[in-house]
């Protein structure tokens, strides 16, 4: 921006000039005078710009001696917009510039692995590193291209820098004591010398050498050393040092060190094509991940080291790797999954350290990817993170392309998703097509999902009369669409102590009730249960609940049960209790009359409402009100007597059906209205089935009446006058006395007790007795008798007798 600002101010009027100037002035002072138009910043000779092209299949202007990218006249890249996986480019920040600043101790060499990190200011004839950057990619032509720069804060005419890059990492080395540079065989070591005035700067490239000859050694005479020295020229490299002006840093501004702009020979860039170095044999794989830089004291190679900034994370590398991972849906099936492949076998152990992955195929003896490109992945028993078994890893990939393909889902499974992350990949179906790049890491994640399969359930909750059907439906719902779960659902029922006993449902228990077959298209089929309470085995009212089971299918594995749904208890269904009516009749007829002193009955008819499970059993009580108990001409609830114990009921038959019941005899004992009560309670063996009923209504009376007729009934008390009288006059004296006798003859041995009378007579020529019978009654006809005698107490008169008989004959 501060640059567009610049050219717009060359090219247009002076007002707008003042105006540009003036903004430019209070945000960047120093900005106009940064970065030459041309986009050059760098001089070979004198102040001749002798900027270079970008190296052949890079686009990156690493010799043009400044950071932007526009113009772009010697490269369309540059560190403002630098390739590689952003954000681009890496970067390292020294210190800051002092006492705190970090350098490897006095005498220090560039072959000295060990090494002692000091602290302290950096002595001006030596280069004050502030920041270094770096980035790589693959160029247009396969070659791995390698980007650096440098950047410090003291102008020193010459500048001597190294590179080094490692393949392994160095923790620490920024922090004071004692480190070891860890250092591999075929480590990088890129020198940067530069003499202002003297030319482009002149690079070279050493490698780090752990065996054979020390003649490979630049420097030292004994191994390990930096060896196989070669000298970088313009085709393989190219270089810049802003000799000219201060450049624009764009980058990192609220990073440490930021200068901006990088004052003239503060700030030094390469490009490198480490293919056509030779860094990278054919057929071998190599990779940098740590990358730091060291100022030298001088262009000799032998020279101490001084300052230096600490390493930082790099990605070179001229392979690729490839990950595939097997997921199940959800994760930790165990299922094995197979595949195809271009990928190379894999040898028996390890690849670059990291564990064979995936398992043995079935029919191989080994995991890990086949001679053919097969083989096999088993996400068993991971959760959240990967195994050897679900993995397979080839991080030594020759760039090219590769393809993967997941076979036949295996039973159970759907294929769900591929997804890939690095390089450059395609996909269609279960074919993962990868364009490997050196660098490139690329991991496809293949998803199967188990299918799965919900069971639901649905019942007419009722409630239902005994032997109204009922029946179950189970629906089971899929996953996958091109799957119809099969088989059949087999189903439960349990009665109401069983649904008491699982608190409201058919969780366990119950009666096998039998099974129903599946049907239906796409992903769910339904099943119905066996019907229940059906007509010929109803069920006692109560409680019911189903619980359905299916055992699942070759696309669906795994049982599911379903007793309750979401509530826990839509299984379920009521029978309910059958409500019955009672109607009594008494023996005269309900209102009709009955003779006083006759005995009557009661008889009771239960009628159901529904057809049910039997008839009405029980037992009837009858009771039965006097007229005096009546109310309102019935007898009702809780009023009257009893009659006799309660009544079992029998069969009446009828649909819906009936029983009936009599009562014992009744006597009345009153004339008037009396009424019968009838209580039915239900009893075995249907009475469950069955709620009680009561007849106390007013047509279950009647009327005791009664009849008078005229009679008479006569009887007799037999007495009887006696007289006695002397015949010739002469005083009488003795005793007269009177004897009832039953029959006509005064017999002996049949007086009537109780019926003799007597009195004395003294005196009188004559004397009367008269009987006084009270109580000794006449009532039939008969023949009674009285005996009169006299029996004289003078001896000169006789006594005398008189039997006199009577024969009644009664006519009531
Ligand atoms: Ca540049
Ligand atoms: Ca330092």
Redesign the pocket.
């Known amino acids: 921006m501060v640059r567009w600002s610049f050219h717009l101010s060359r090219r247009t009027s002076a007002l707008v000039i003042s105006a540009a100037a003036l903004v430019i002035g209070i945000a960047i002072p120093t900005a106009s005078f940064a970065d030459n138009s041309s986009g050059c910043d760098f001089a070979a000779t004198g102040t001749a710009q002798s900027c270079s092209q970008p190296l052949t299949g890079s686009t990156?202007?690493?010799?043009?001696?400044?950071?932007?990218t526009s113009p772009t006249t010697?490269?369309t890249t540059?560190?403002q917009n630098a390739p590689g996986q952003q954000p681009a480019p890496n970067a390292g920040f020294d210190k800051p510039s002092g006492t705190g600043d970090n350098s490897f101790g006095q005498g220090t060499k560039e072959d000295n692995a060990a090494v002692t990190v000091v602290s302290g200011s950096i002595p001006p004839n030596k280069s004050d590193l502030t920041r270094f950057y770096e980035a790589s990619e693959i160029g247009s032509n396969g070659h791995n291209f390698l980007y650096l720069?440098w950047e410090r804060n003291n102008v020193l005419g010459s500048a001597n820098m190294d590179f080094e890059i490692n393949q392994a990492t160095t923790s620490g080395l920024g922090t004071p004591g004692a480190h070891t540079i860890n250092r591999t065989a075929g480590d990088l070591l890129v020198t940067y010398d530069f003499t202002n005035g003297g030319g482009k700067p002149t690079l070279g490239l050493l490698f780090w050498v752990t065996s054979g000859s020390t003649s490979q050694c630049f420097s030292s005479n004994s191994l390990p050393c930096w060896g196989n020295h070669e000298t970088l020229n313009g085709s393989d490299s190219i270089g810049?040092v802003n000799n000219l002006d201060g450049v624009t840093d764009p980058l990192f501004p609220n990073s440490p060190n930021y200068i901006n702009p990088v004052p003239a020979l503060q700030f030094g860039?390469t490009a490198i094509d480490l293919t056509a170095a030779g860094v990278f044999p054919p057929g071998t794989c190599e990779a940098f991940g740590s990358a730091f830089i060291k100022s030298r004291a001088s262009a000799s190679f032998g020279a101490e080291v001084k300052d230096f900034i600490a390493p930082i994370p790099v990605n070179i590398a001229n392979c690729g790797s490839i990950k595939i991972i097997k997921h199940t849906d959800p994760r930790g099936k165990d299922q094995v999954f197979s595949y195809t492949s271009n990928l190379p076998a894999e040898p028996a152990g390890t690849v670059g350290g990291v564990p064979q992955g995936g398992v043995a195929c079935p029919g191989n003896n080994n995991a890990g990817v086949q001679a053919n490109g097969s083989f096999c992945l088993n996400d068993t028993g991971n959760s959240n993170t990967d195994s050897a078994g679900n993995t397979v890893y080839n991080n030594a990939l020759q760039a090219g392309t590769y393809t993967v393909t997941e076979g036949a889902d295996p039973s159970g499974f759907t294929f769900e998703s591929l997804n890939c992350t690095g390089g450059t990949t395609s996909k269609s179906g279960k074919t993962a097509t990868i364009t490997l790049a050196p660098g490139d890491n690329v991991v496809c994640t293949y998803v199967n999902k188990l299918n799965t399969a919900t069971l639901s359930t649905s019942v007419s909750p009722g409630p239902v009369f005994p032997g109204a059907t009922v029946n179950d439906t189970a629906t089971v719902t899929g996953s996958n669409a091109a799957f119809t779960p099969g088989g059949s659902v087999t189903f439960f029922l349990c009665n109401p102590a069983q649904v008491q006993t699982n608190g409201g449902n058919c969780s366990s228990g119950g009666t096998n009730i039998g099974t129903g077959p599946l049907s239906g298209s796409g992903a769910t089929a339904t099943a119905t249960s066996p019907d229940v309470n059906t007509s010929t085995s109803p069920l006692t009212p109560g409680l019911y609940c189903f619980r359905a089971v299916w055992p699942g299918d070759s696309n669906y594995p795994g049982i599911l049960t379903e007793f309750g749904g979401a509530t826990g208890a839509n299984e379920c269904f009521t029978v309910q209790v059958i409500s019955t009516t009672t109607t009594t009749t008494p023996s005269p007829g309900s209102g009709k009359t009955v003779t006083f002193g006759i005995p009557v009955t009661d008889h009771a008819i239960i009628q159901a409402a529904q057809s049910g499970d039997g008839f009405p059993s029980g037992t009837v009580q009858f009771f039965i009100c006097s007229p005096t108990q009546t109310v309102q001409g019935a007898c009702p609830d809780g009023t009257g007597n009893s009659v006799g114990s309660p009544v079992t009921t029998v069969d009446a038959g009828g649909t819906p059906p009936s029983s009936s019941a009599d009562s014992a005899q009744f006597t009345p004992d009153k004339t008037g209205t009396w009424c019968w009560r009838a209580v039915y309670t239900p009893g075995p063996p249907n009475g469950l089935n069955y709620t009680g009923s009561e007849d106390a209504s007013s047509g279950e009376c009647f009327i005791v009446i009664d009849t008078t007729s005229s009679s008479s009934v006569q009887d007799w008390l037999p007495n009887d006058t006696a007289t006695v009288t002397s015949v010739g006059g002469a005083p009488l004296n003795g005793t007269l006395s009177a004897q009832l006798y039953m029959g006509d003859t005064c017999a002996a041995g049949s007086e009537v007790s109780g019926q003799f009378y007597s009195e004395p007579v003294s005196g009188g020529t004559s004397a009367t007795l008269t009987t006084t019978n009270t109580k000794f009654k006449v009532t039939q006809n008969a023949s009674v008798s009285w005996l009169v005698k006299f029996s004289s107490n003078d001896s000169n008169v006789t006594g005398s007798s008189h039997c006199e008989s009577t024969d009644l004959v009664i006519n009531n």
């Open positions: 990156f202007a690493g010799g043009d001696g400044n950071l932007l010697f490269g540059d560190w720069a810049a860039e």
